[in-house]
């Protein structure tokens, strides 16, 4: 009001400016300029019209929920604007949800927990965390991350409008930007199926005293003997700028299912700049379903310890240039590979967009540790890197009743680079890997791409012949095309998505440098 007042006051050659929006900033002298002023009449004062609401107001106050409180830590301000900031409990020790509220936002503090570890033996369901749809919570510190402990639950459910955003602080604050990682840790599902490379000595792998720690974490068990055990719901919801390092080679991934049980619903999930891998399974059994990799900095699927499993509709795009990303998928437990039960994984319907070429692993996709894979419906697009490596003799024979036998490919497409498009190690040889590369249906290593903003089939893809997973397991559907997204007017990771400089999903999905008001 006293900039108003004194603008009132100046005329300058005799001509006053007759309203504030008429000066604009220049035209307002500062004090000891040497202008003349010459009172004039006091007008009849034009009332201040209300401030229209630009961005996000923060609530009064958190919201109560069932056990601990919610913390209020005052408020946070970032681009979009500012938000009652609620911070988690360290531990959820009651069923309770977590409400989409207007002008609040959520965090985590550290490690949350919910509920606490009820054993591999144990069959109850102790605490269940439900979060609402357009719900976004934060890790307030780089080594923030949400433990499901075994025996307890998640209900995370969001929609195509309104997804549920997992992200890091600089991402509220507006500092993160589309080369952004290690912001906070990642979500860990923990469960009570089976898994291999026990803590204990002596253990028999896939029974309930076959349990193992997580990684980069303490007192985080999982592992049983329980194959259907349900670890909860996650679906719509994207992951940002996960992934921190705890200590060296320890590190959380944007989502981490560990002895997650096929009772677990796990599917619309996209992780995004984490940087470490974006999805580790570790043994279990949960089936998962539209998964959307983008940015990782190391695997973008990996899976360890006996996982047996089916993923359909899997999206992976590492970040332009070159300079991050490892494989785009990983599948482990190597020096280990006589243990029982072995990995044994079917995949349908992928696109990996290759984009690294220094890869650790050497090729698009490492199968080793004895693993049994069948890969079905792919698009491999690594024009500076082999496709496939197959590393360990144990992983191209057949030795025993839980082993299915060498990887499987059928209707899988590959644009290689380096010396070879195949690679084999330790005990296995370029060859042998073609062999079995070719002796599946509607195979091609000679691939050249007509994929559309980056990811979505053209006139190639369309003519390329699909292969019908429905016999090899149910929970497949037959979508009759290969790779990820059919065509333009596929909407399969429209709208939950997040877009950045690696990949857009379309002006439905809003930029992941934004959170959802």
């Known amino acids: 009001m006293a900039a108003f007042a004194r603008v009132r006051l100046v005329m300058l050659s005799g001509v006053a400016c007759s309203i504030l929006a008429a ?19 006091t007008p009849t004062p034009t009332p201040t019209p209300t401030p229209t609401p630009t961005g996000v107001t923060p609530a009064a106050a958190c919201p109560s929920i069932a056990g601990p409180a919610l913390s209020d830590l005052g408020t946070i301000t970032g681009p979009q604007g500012t938000w009652r900031n609620c911070g988690f409990p360290a531990r959820f020790t009651a069923s309770t949800a977590i409400p989409k509220v207007a002008g609040v936002i959520y965090s985590l503090p550290g490690r949350v927990d919910v509920g606490t570890d009820q054993g591999a033996t144990s069959t109850n369901t102790d605490v269940t965390l439900t979060i609402d749809p357009g719900v976004t919570i934060f890790g307030a510190t780089g080594v923030s991350y949400l433990v499901v402990n075994r025996g307890n639950r998640i209900d995370a459910v969001g929609t195509a409008a309104q997804p549920i955003v997992f992200t890091g602080r600089g991402n509220v604050v507006g500092s993160a930007d589309d080369n952004t990682s290690q912001l906070w840790g990642g979500v860990v599902l923990l469960g009570r199926a089976p898994v291999t490379d026990c803590l204990a000595p002596g253990a028999t792998p896939g029974t309930a005293a076959c349990e ?86 190391d695997d973008g699927l990996d899976t360890d310890v006996g996982y047996k499993g089916n993923v359909q509709f899997l999206l992976a795009v590492q970040r332009a240039g070159g300079t991050v990303g490892d494989s785009m998928l990983e599948i482990d437990s190597n020096g280990n590979e006589d243990t029982t039960p072995r990995q044994n994984v079917a995949l349908s319907n992928f696109t990996f ?3 690294a070429n220094a890869a650790g692993n050497t090729a698009s996709v490492l199968i080793r540790g004895g693993a049994d894979y069948r890969l079905m419906n792919g698009l491999i697009v690594a024009p500076g890197i082999s496709c496939v490596r197959i590393n360990s003799a144990t992983t191209v024979q057949t030795a025993g009743p839980d082993e299915a036998g060498p990887p499987k490919f ?17 005990g296995v040889t370029n060859d042998q890997v073609a062999t079995i590369f070719n002796a599946g249906t509607n195979n091609s290593s000679t691939y050249v791409p007509t994929l559309s903003n980056i990811f979505i089939n053209g006139a190639t893809e369309t003519g390329r012949p699909a292969f019908n997973p429905v016999p090899i397991n149910a929970y497949f559907v037959n979508a009759g095309y290969v790779g990820a997204v059919r065509d333009a007017a596929d909407t399969r990771f429209s709208g939950w998505t997040c877009n950045s400089a690696t990949a857009s999903f379309g002006s439905s999905s809003a930029a992941c440098t934004l959170i959802p008001v």
Do not use: W
Request: hydrophobic fraction near 35%.
């Open 23 to 41: 000066c604009g900033a220049d035209g307002v002298a500062s004090p000891g300029e040497g202008v003349i002023v010459i009172p004039a009449p």
């Open 212 to 297: 193992r720690d997580t990684e980069g974490t303490s007192n985080a068990l999982y592992g049983g003997a329980q194959p259907a055990d349900n670890s909860g719901r996650m679906s719509f919801v994207q992951i940002r700028y996960s992934g921190f390092i705890l200590s060296a080679d320890k590190e959380l991934q944007g989502l981490t299912p560990s002895g997650v049980g096929s009772g677990t619903t796990i599917e619309n999930i996209q992780v995004h700049n984490s940087s470490d891998d974006g999805i580790e399974v570790f043994g279990g059994r949960v089936n998962m379903r539209n998964l959307a990799i983008t940015g990782a900095e």
């Open 353 to 355: 967009i290759h984009r």
């Open 410 to 426: 059928d209707s899988v497409n590959m644009q290689c680079g380096g010396a070879s498009a195949f690679l084999g190690t330790s």
